[in-house]
């Protein structure tokens, strides 16, 4: 894309990347920022990462701007001087983007390649020792819930709170932000987290502490999954207590934070993936894949990929191309209303 720039804004095409809630938290090991500042700080680690020269575009927190857009992940708009839409793809292709500006504005004599550029890409921040504390394994129906930080002045969430449910279990996770270059100092007492939880509603356990861990720090994210039945449309009040302790050793003190959480789905709140590893969007997959085939599930899972325009790791009836919606209260193994990616995999092989 910084080539398709380079030759291009010398004839008038302004470009911008827009920086949008994050599709996939965990990625790198960055986690979703809670308010305008920490974006502006993504937006910085990118720039200093990524070495690119477009400018950025920050989103709202209430994510006007990709919801505006059709909630791609990853979309691509050309827009004309008047604010008309012109081409609009689900996702970014930067060999298809230079033809259409060829077409619409001319070829440039001499395009730029990606070595001429000379992008020095930089290493994400580095974080103390991780996969010291095992990871939970998660049933694949979680759905992240809607939550409010209640904040105090000064004090950052240094660890944040992701809360996922599916009904009868629900998620716990506290991520170390990479951003303000903090570790958990394991010879201080260990994160704590307790709930206030409404009538008519049961989850258990409703406090409780993370493990001891052998070393002296790391960064790996604090997990618990909790059994919940009952009421589970009420309102949760989670509070954390953690120790905060930079890397640079010149403080570590307690903190204390609470978060209000609701049984609201957050359309917004991406899907984890484990390692922080991507996944490809390359290409079509070869035709005539048979059912079961590496070919069939890729295509499948690009297809995925394609249709989940909010990037939450689910399809919504919306999201299921019409002629199969007919087969999603079939598919819907759970009964959530939505298809996780092994459900929708399983559907498409037996359309083959």
């Not at 990606?114 to 504390?133: F, Q, Y």
């Not at 449910?165 to 932000?177: A, M, N, V």
């Not at 589970?232 to 307690?254: M, N, R, S, W």
């Not at 249709?307 to 079939?330: C, F, I, K, T, Y």
Request: net charge positive; charged share 25%.
């Amino acid at each position: 894309m910084e080539t398709v720039f380079q030759d291009f804004s010398t004839k008038g095409v302004k470009f911008f990347y827009v920086y949008k809630a994050l599709a996939h938290p965990e990625n790198n090991g960055y986690v979703a920022p809670f308010n305008l500042e920490e974006r502006l700080m993504h937006i910085s680690e990118a720039k200093r990462t990524l070495g690119t020269k477009i400018p950025w575009v920050c989103d709202s927190m209430e994510n006007d701007l990709k919801h505006a857009l059709g909630d791609r992940p990853n979309s691509e708009f050309v827009i004309d001087q008047n604010g008309k839409v012109i081409i609009a793809r689900s996702w970014s292709n930067p060999t298809q983007l230079r033809s259409d500006l060829e077409d619409l504005v001319g070829k440039v004599a001499q395009p730029t390649r990606v070595a001429d550029l000379e992008m020095k890409k930089l290493a994400p921040i580095t974080k103390p020792a991780s996969g010291v504390v095992k990871r939970l394994t998660l049933p694949s129906q979680m759905q992240p819930l809607k939550m409010e930080t209640i904040t105090t002045p000064g004090v950052p969430h240094y660890a944040k709170l992701r809360v996922e449910s599916s009904g009868q279990q629900l998620y716990l996770g506290f991520f170390l932000d990479p951003l303000y270059k903090v570790h958990w100092n394991n010879k201080a007492a260990p994160l704590e987290y307790s709930i206030e939880v409404p009538d008519g509603l049961t989850i258990s356990p409703s406090s409780g502490k993370a493990s001891p861990v052998k070393v002296d720090s790391d960064s790996d994210p604090r997990e618990f999954l909790l059994d919940v039945s009952g009421n589970t449309q009420g309102v949760l009040k989670i509070t954390v207590k953690y120790f905060a302790c930079d890397d640079a050793e010149t403080f570590c003190k307690p903190v204390t934070q609470t978060y209000i959480v609701t049984a609201e789905r957050d359309q917004d709140g991406g899907s984890r993936r484990s390692g922080g590893a991507g996944r490809s969007r390359g290409g079509r997959s070869r035709a005539g894949a048979r059912r079961g085939s590496p070919e069939g599930t890729s295509r499948s899972s690009e297809m995925f990929d394609q249709r989940d325009r909010n990037g939450d790791g689910e399809l919504s009836a919306n999201e299921v191309p019409p002629p199969m919606r007919q087969m999603l209260p079939r598919a819907d193994k759970n009964g959530n209303g939505s298809l996780d990616r092994s459900e929708f995999t399983q559907m498409m092989s037996r359309r083959r």
